[in-house]
């Protein structure tokens, strides 16, 4: 069963919006596959690796994603096994990335699909898809890929836990288990009584080379050397094989099948060539197993030590426990009661799936491969890079409050990144990791900053830089546009995203202001307070709009609001969206937008215009008006009331946006948009818990509407965070009163200097708004244009 549909069809934003009603909650149907929670489950049974894999099915939410021949994006989150920041990851896949590119990303599961193509057990790249070699267990006959021997699999027996996987394949008749250590997977096969028990191990279509080394062991080594950890893996198998072969695609430049006899080598030890592989077989009773654990490294020789330290024996449910623990250490620092069995799922799943990035490719003391491919010995752990366009809006402040030691080490592994390639690393678009580094020197992380410093200005300053079209920027102060020559709409892909890429410079500016001014250096905190009010430069006042503009000044006509320009003058956002793509000032925005009257009534048409563009945007989902919050330049959004005097809109928006777009789909674990490797993710956990880091380059949070009636959060600091709201239900979303400390708190934020030495929040919730709390003018949060 799914939504009720006349219920939600029901539901108008624009009531609450305009007049205070009350909400209605959301009623959704669980399916088998998303069966309620028994009472009393801790956290690490709660959380379901599974949510977010999903797309969402109401219309209402997806919008008009996504065009022909492709699926409705899902979180693309993956169910697989793996520790927190999982340097290894155990984990399905379902969807031929080989042959098809569906869903905008090389995402290996999507949920819905009702094949399996196999299992990888190796250090995946961005989203998973570049983890190899590809494993799979097949009964009787197989096909080398890419026409890979697919199995059906029963969704009911198909489970997920935090660093566990199975599924049963029923095609082959074979139950199939994963689970991980740190820098091990071990996979075990449980088959049927067959004299053809192969297990298939290959690399991808880029190949490399694998070899078969006496009856137990399979290793190779990937042509390409990022994908994990230097491209070597070894594995090993619980049994001896009772015959064995390798394979490869045909030579040559056809791009077909591919694969004829000739290249299936009975017998063969050593394969080299596109989607290089190994069989192996096995003579099996009924319900034996078998069972692989897998390692890589820099070397075969690296891979192979990893894999006795790590998994020394066979003792699969063992590293299963371990892992278990291990995540249970983590998930435990925050303790939620109340909400419903769903909520309490939800945020748990959430908060797994935020810990996905960035992953730890080194421990200190450890050989690995940096960015130039020179193997090094790591002086830190080391970790990979931070998606800073996504994570680094949310994400990032949440590891700064619950783990701020791996906060040091990844601030470690960015700086030495910079000083490998000579330049900070930036992420997609922005250059925004100066949110990491300034947010955790606010919440008083220890590092060397002033070294750091000089890597982020070089980005803000050195025109041959990862800043694209800095040039532009710092001589006119704006980023111009150009006019494609067919259709604007996606799929376009083409542009410069001026108008975006000012309003995101214009933030990471003002960042850089600050941080120059902690370290006393006036003359740069000037400079870049300047350039950090350059969004004006892109502000159409005529219209109301940000607004792309061509070299000689011009604003870019027609011009279409509604319309997802993605990446011609905006980036995977529309003109709606990208108009509040200012979270360092938005009351500075405010003025611009002529008030807080008008300013309020801009984001409740913002939030109630029906959503109707004539372009199509392939991850435009979780769509409220003309709110996407499947893509992040507007997520911070629905927390701008608490700058113009409404708060209470924020407390009914936030948890609106909780219960639609997460988990409201048949199966329960659909996500809006992506995950992007743990900013959907953290939107919620953190949204749940009752605040948000609009800006995380500052030590604020804005307050939303808690959702549980008690929630306690282990600081990394030792202290505790917690959260009461009393009388809390779904119709009392909104904020009556609150104490913090037991004296009244009469703003809509607070710092972390307020709770830095622990503190607990009272909330005092009610079915109607209290429109007076946290609506002063002065009670506003601080912004460039107006500090505290």
Request: include cysteine; proline fraction near 8%; charged fraction near 20%.
């Amino acid at each position: 069963m799914g939504i009720d549909r006349n219920l939600n069809r029901g539901w108008k934003l624009g009531a609450i919006l305009a007049s205070s009603a009350a909400i209605l909650p959301l009623m959704v149907a669980f399916s088998p596959a998303a069966a309620r929670p028994k009472v009393g489950q801790s956290p690490v049974e709660l959380a379901d690796p599974l949510v977010g894999t999903a797309p969402l099915d109401d219309p209402a939410v997806i919008g008009n994603a996504p065009p022909p021949g492709e699926p409705v994006y899902s979180g693309q989150t993956s169910p697989g096994a793996r520790l927190p920041h999982g340097s290894v990851e155990a984990a399905p896949v379902n969807n031929n990335i080989e042959l098809l590119y569906p869903n905008g990303v090389p995402v290996p599961y999507y949920y819905t699909n009702p094949t399996m193509i196999g299992f990888t057990g190796g250090g995946g790249s961005t989203y998973g898809g570049g983890a190899e070699p590809f494993i799979m267990p097949v009964v009787g006959d197989w096909s080398p890929p890419p026409a890979y021997s697919q199995s059906y699999y029963d969704k009911s027996r198909e489970k997920a836990s935090p660093g566990y996987y199975s599924v049963y394949l029923d095609s082959f008749r074979t139950q199939a288990e994963l689970t991980a250590t740190r820098w091990a997977s071990v996979m075990r096969f449980t088959f049927p009584e067959s004299q053809r028990s192969n297990i298939i191990v290959n690399l991808p279509r880029h190949g490399g080379s694998v070899e078969v080394v006496g009856d137990r062991i399979v290793r190779g080594v990937s042509n390409d050397k990022d994908s994990a950890d230097g491209g070597y893996f070894v594995a090993e198998f619980s049994k001896p094989f009772a015959a064995l072969g390798t394979f490869r695609k045909s030579p040559g430049d056809n791009e077909g099948w591919g694969i004829g006899t000739s290249d299936v080598k009975p017998g063969g030890r050593e394969m080299t060539g596109s989607y290089a592989g190994s069989y192996v077989t096995f003579n099996t009773k009924a319900g034996e197993q078998v069972l692989v654990k897998m390692a890589h490294g820099t070397s075969y020789e690296q891979a192979a030590q990893r894999l006795a330290a790590e998994v020394p024996g066979w003792d699969f449910d063992g590293v299963r426990q371990a892992a278990q623990g291990t995540w249970a250490q983590l998930l435990n620092r925050v303790r939620v009661t109340g909400g419903t069995d769903k909520q309490r799922k939800l945020f748990y799943s959430t908060l797994f799936q935020s810990f996905a990035s960035p992953r730890l490719i080194a421990q200190k003391g450890k050989k690995f491969a940096d960015t130039n491919g020179k193997v090094q010995t790591a002086t830190h752990d080391r970790y990979g890079p931070v998606p800073f366009w996504d994570t680094g809006r949310n994400q990032i402040v949440l590891l700064e409050l619950m783990e701020p030691e791996a906060v040091q080490n990844i601030m470690a592994s960015e700086l030495a990144m910079a000083r490998e390639k000579g330049y900070m690393n930036t992420s997609f678009h922005g250059d925004n990791a100066v949110f990491l580094f300034l947010g955790a020197w606010e919440r008083g992380i220890e590092f060397d900053y002033e070294a750091a410093y000089e890597y982020l200005r070089k980005n803000a300053t050195d025109p041959k830089g990862p800043r694209g079209y800095l040039a532009e920027y710092m001589k006119q102060g704006w980023i111009s546009d150009i006019v494609p020559d067919h259709n604007p709409s996606p799929p376009y892909a083409g542009g410069k995203a001026g108008a975006d890429k000012t309003l995101e410079y214009a933030w990471d500016d003002y960042a850089l202001a600050l941080y120059a001014k902690k370290l006393g250096k006036d003359t740069d905190y000037r400079m870049f307070l300047k350039r950090a009010g350059n969004y004006v430069h892109v502000f159409d006042k005529s219209i109301g709009f940000m607004r792309g503009r061509t070299a000689d000044g011009k604003w870019i006509a027609p011009f279409d609001p509604q319309e997802p320009y993605y990446n011609f003058m905006m980036k995977e956002a529309s003109g709606w969206s990208t108009l509040w793509l200012v979270p360092h000032d938005v009351q500075g925005l405010i003025g611009l937008l002529g008030g807080r009257d008008a300013f309020n009534a801009k984001l409740d048409e913002f939030f109630t215009k029906p959503y109707n563009p004539t372009g199509i945007c392939r991850d435009c989902t979780g769509v409220i008006g003309q709110y996407v919050h499947g893509n992040q330049p507007d997520q911070q959004a629905p927390y701008y009331y608490n700058w113009s005097g409404q708060p209470w809109k924020t407390q009914a928006l936030v948890r609106q946006i909780l219960e639609r777009t997460y988990g409201s789909d048949a199966s329960g674990y659909g996500y809006p948009g992506m995950d992007d490797q743990g900013a959907t993710s953290s939107w919620y956990a953190l949204s749940a818990l009752g605040f948000y880091p609009v800006d995380p380059s500052s030590q604020d949070y804005i307050i939303g509407s808690p959702l549980f009636d008690d929630a306690s959060l282990d600081m990394g600091n030792g202290k505790t965070l917690r959260i009461v709201a009393k009388n809390n239900s779904d119709t009392n979303v909104y904020i009556q009163s609150a104490t913090l400390n037991g004296k009244p708190w009469n703003k809509p934020w607070f710092r972390h200097d307020d709770v830095k030495d622990g503190a607990t929040f009272v909330f005092t919730m009610g079915a109607k708004p209290n429109k007076a709390w946290g609506a002063a003018p002065a009670a506003a949060p601080p912004s460039m244009s107006r500090k505290p």
